[in-house]
Nanobody, 127 residues
């Protein structure tokens, strides 16, 4: 059974940086799109970023473009999210998600497309 395990969350001051990682174990597919979503209290789960396997195409949500960077280590099935210039509005539980297809942007940003999810990691940005 596929497992996604996030790590790297925590508390940081506004303007600071954090790096999240997501490790996919027991991944039986040749391809993937891996993504990050986040959910703040009382809000919908929001698309943050995604990356496709092999070609490494990246997608970003409007609220994080230019501040966050998604990358992957295909050999290890690990996806990272480097978050810079953090603001209190970035406070949320961040979830890793994966799908066994190479997704275009229009699909990659839709949470219901993804079959596999991690348990989430809390990111708190203090002002």
């Amino acid at each position: 059974q596929v497992q996604l395990v996030e790590s790297g969350g925590g508390l940081v001051q506004a303007g600071g940086s954090l790096r999240l990682s997501c490790a996919a174990s027991r991944w039986p597919y040749r391809e993937y799109t891996m993504a990050w979503f986040r959910q703040a209290p009382g809000k919908e789960r929001e698309f943050v970023a995604a990356i496709t396997q092999s070609v490494g195409t990246t997608y970003y949500g409007d609220s994080v473009r230019g501040r966050f960077t998604v990358s992957s280590d295909n050999a290890k099935n690990i996806v990272a999210l480097q978050m810079d210039s953090l603001t209190p509005e970035d406070t949320a539980v961040y979830y890793c998600a994966a799908d066994s297809r190479i997704l275009v942007y229009g699909l990659a940003k839709i949470k219901n497309v993804y079959k596999y999810w991690g348990q989430g990691t809390q990111v708190t940005v203090s002002s």
